[in-house]
Structures are given as C-alpha cells and as structure tokens.
C-alpha cells in the first residue's frame, strides 16, 4: 500500500484517479482549492486538504508530513478558449504555480511525480494518429503553460533526479462504471455531457460548429477516452518511474465525429438530440486522434471501456442521478 498526494482530486479526473488509488488500497490525500473541484467528488476514506497551491506555506506542511510515494498533479485552469483571452493568467497559474510544487516536491524529498498533461501540445498535427514523436507546437497558452511544466519536470529529473510522467490525454469522458462519480464543469465545455444534457432537456439545443470538415460525415472528429481508463493508466505509468522517467501519448486511439457522438446518444438514451448547425470556430483541426501505442507496448495498458456507446452510457447514466451534478441530494 502506498502513500499519494493528488492536487486537485476533487476534480473530474483527478477523483476519478483518486478512486482507482483507494479501490487498489492505497492512502491517498488530496490538496484543491475546490474552485474548480467538489468536495463531493472526494471519495469516502480521503483525507481533503481545502487549499490552493499558490499557498506555499499550506503545501510546505503537508508535503512535510512524508513520505510520499507519488504526488500525482491535476490541479490547473483547463479551458483553451478563456486561455486565449487571458493568456498570462494562464502561464502564471499554470506553470508558475506548478513549477512551485515541482520545486517544493524536490525539497521535501519526493522522487516520483505524474502530470496531468495534454494534447493540446500539438496545436498543428502534421500526422493522424499523434504520437509522441509528433512535433510540439502548442495550440494556445493552455497548451504551453503544460509544456512548460513539462520542461520543468525533465529539468528536475536531470538536476535532483525527481522521476516524472508526462501524460498527454486526449478527450476524457464517461463517469465511474459503479456510479460513484462523474462530470461536472461550470461551465461544461465537454461536447459529451452538453449532448446528454440537450437529450435530456436540459439545454435548449446542440451548437455543431461547422459541417464542412474534409471526414466522412462534414464534423470534425475526436479520440474520446474513458475516464476510469485514463486512472489506470496513471497507475500503469507510475510503475514505470522505478525505472525512469515517461512521457506517453493517451487515448483510445479511434476517433468519433460530432455527429457519431449526437447519434450515439440518442441511440442509448432513446432521446432525440435538438441540433443547431453553426459555423466553424476558429482554430479546430479536423481530426484529433492519439497514437497511443507506446504506453500499450511499455505497460501492457489497453482501454477497457473502448466502445463510444458504453462511454456514453456510464455518463449518462450518473448525469441522469445526478441533475445538479454534485449539487444534487
């Protein structure tokens, strides 16, 4: 049984990471500000620090409470548009403020830390499906406040010898198959849950922006990637770090276009989707899709819930319960 620290585990994949941690018997803490979290998100059995990571004194004190075996790192702002508008506010928050826990996870004598990362890197891809040997050009000050932090890291390993694992996870999706968690965003920008919400009835409509995309059907396509699956890869990349240091490229590696996703809801749900065609939003590729074939053939991983219907349905399934998200009684 190992001991974890996750930054912002009251979020969507980081509880979901924190629970795939407790269901193996590991102790887990998490540190979150909750301004993006939900302490309702926090499993049962966790310990929650209520804290921001800007708080370097808080973090000091709960680092120093070692030993750690890993300290697993979501916490950060994640929207790419709003990282457009306020593109300092996302390298400062971003990557000042994780640069700041990976020097403050040196000084306390941890050896092995996991970074939530992102395709975002590859703003331009020049191959389908991206793999790690896909050129970096990040899309927007999102994408860079990541790299940064990626740069930080192998700086780390080099100097203090500080492992990491860098995971560049395409679209998460889905909810817990047993139901114990979910997606919940204010606001939602996740093109999933804004469907099963029109198909429920509880947004007036769908925005599919451009249908003109040179793919089978006009809309632009995605690598959608069970959440639950994207946890046990953290876990099968940590057990790389006894070893060495890991970057790997995350998805299920097929894609699924706007059009599969609004049709596949409403094949699982028997709920019709209302659809608004709009025009194309600035800076959207056509095909975003992860070779992920280096993590499979290093880890052994493979995604277990592969099929779009049963990502679907699992988060279906919890938005249905759950119609205030982790408001809800």
Not at 269 to 295: C, M, T
Request: aromatic share 8%; net charge negative.
């Amino acid at each position: 049984m190992g001991r974890f620290l996750v930054t912002g585990g009251a979020g969507y994949v980081g509880s979901h990471l924190v629970l795939a941690l407790l269901d193996r018997g590991d102790e887990v803490v998490v540190y979150d500000n909750l301004r993006q979290g939900h302490r309702g998100a926090v499993p049962p059995g966790t310990r929650l620090v209520e804290a921001d990571i800007a708080d370097m004194a808080g973090l000091d004190a709960v680092l120093a409470d070692g030993p750690w075996e890993a300290v697993f790192h979501f916490a950060a702002l994640s929207l790419v548009g709003e990282s457009m508008q306020r593109p300092f506010y996302y390298l400062a928050e971003n990557a000042g403020l994780g640069i700041g826990l990976i020097d403050a996870c040196v000084r306390h004598g941890v050896t092995k830390f996991v970074l939530s990362s992102t395709a975002n890197l590859f703003g331009n891809p020049q191959r389908i499906p991206i793999d790690e040997d896909e050129r970096i050009e990040p899309g927007s000050p999102y994408g860079e406040s990541k790299l940064m932090l990626e740069r930080a890291l192998y700086w780390a390993g080099e100097i203090h010898g500080l492992r990491s694992a860098c995971l560049r996870y395409f679209n998460a999706a889905g909810a817990d198959p047993q139901g114990r968690l979910g997606e919940d965003h204010n606001p939602e920008t996740h093109l999933i849950p804004l469907v099963i919400d029109a198909a429920l009835g509880r947004r007036q409509e769908i925005a599919v922006f451009g249908q003109d995309y040179p793919t089978p059907d006009g809309t632009c396509i995605r690598d959608y990637i069970h959440v639950a699956d994207l946890a046990n890869a953290h876990l099968r990349a940590l057990g790389q770090l006894e070893a060495r240091s890991v970057t790997y490229n995350l998805g299920n590696g097929a894609g699924h276009s706007v059009r599969e996703v609004i049709r596949t809801v409403e094949q699982v749900s028997g709920l019709s989707v209302p659809v608004r065609i709009a025009g194309r939003r600035a800076g959207d590729p056509a095909v975003l899709v992860a070779g992920s074939g280096r993590l499979r053939s290093e880890t052994g991983w493979s995604p277990h819930y592969a099929e779009l219907p049963v990502i679907v349905e699992h988060a279906l399934k919890w938005r249905d319960a759950h119609p205030d998200g982790y408001g809800s009684k």
